[in-house]
């Protein structure tokens, strides 16, 4: 029988909290019966959204009053003491109690708190913010989302070995097909240091990873490459500009069916397809970034996602663990 799953989580951080935690804590458990939720924060407030009589040793709470607020820097959330629910989550991990870290809090202070308590793996200079982002296909692996405003080109050649590492422990049976975004496809085009990068990439086969060259911003969600490698600038604006697209994309559709009568007859007939867009675009279903390149797996969910979204996030805390991620990234390196 394999051991279970142990996730640490914070249930203080992100919007709703703790409420929508826990909701997603109980929804995520309706599938997964051989994971562990270590849960740190308020007691009395967590008990209040768990069953009368609930498994301890399935919901383990460690009461903590202290929090970090979204309004802290992540100096300020680093001093603000070891008592924090944040803190005593990454710690968890850091003890070996936990197998992964996950919180919808304070996204610098994660950060912070995450590098000030756990090792880098050897031989990476510096961790990733990495996510899922729909394609044609499936899903990408895209990094680095905002961890690192700048990066050389042995950091982009990481992401790359990261990112194809991540993309195979959640999807072991996909081969990772891995891209360097940047402003045209040619060869010579970018700055010093994505053709740096390139040239890496390109000189050496890997046997984790097919390098397709670079890819530009819109075609990213085409599906032909699903590992993409940035740096955090550049990708966290890539980001924020595709959820703007696709809300409006949705808001518009909402707009023209029920702006008229025969807007009301056509969605009639759409309501499926639109459903079908609008499932595809949820973000809820590709919550959860991971701080990739740490000896432990810490997990981002969103602040502001709901109970659904942080279920999902849950996820990909299981995946990561059972498909051994943080294993496959120390093997990928040392090649």
Known sequence: MLPKIKIAVDAMGGENSPKKVICGILENHKQNKDVIYNIFGEIEKIELLLPKNYDKKI?????????????????????????????????????????????AGNTGALFVISKLNLKMIENIDKPALSALWPNKNNFNVVLDLGANIECNDKNLV?????????????YPKDEAEVALLNVGSEELKGNEIIKKAYQELNSKKNKNFSFHGYIEGNQIMDGKVNVIVTDGFTGNIALKTAEGTANFIIKEFKDSMTSNILGKLSSLINLKNLNKVKKKLDPRLYNGAILIGLNSPVIKSHGSTDYIGFSYSLDVCIKVVKNNLI???KENISR
């Not at 603000?80 to 968890?92: A, E, P, V």
């Not at 990481?158 to 959640?170: R, T």
């Open 327 to 329: 294993q496959k990234i």
């Open 59 to 103: 919901f383990n709470i460690t009461d903590t009053k202290n929090k970090i607020l979204d309004t802290d820097s992540p100096l300020s959330a680093a001093k603000k003491g070891k008592d924090t629910s944040m803190w005593l989550t990454i710690q968890s991990v850091k003890n070996n109690e936990s197998d992964v870290a996950i919180s």
């Open 158 to 170: 990481d992401f790359s070995i990261m990112g194809s590492s991540l993309y195979k422990a959640l």
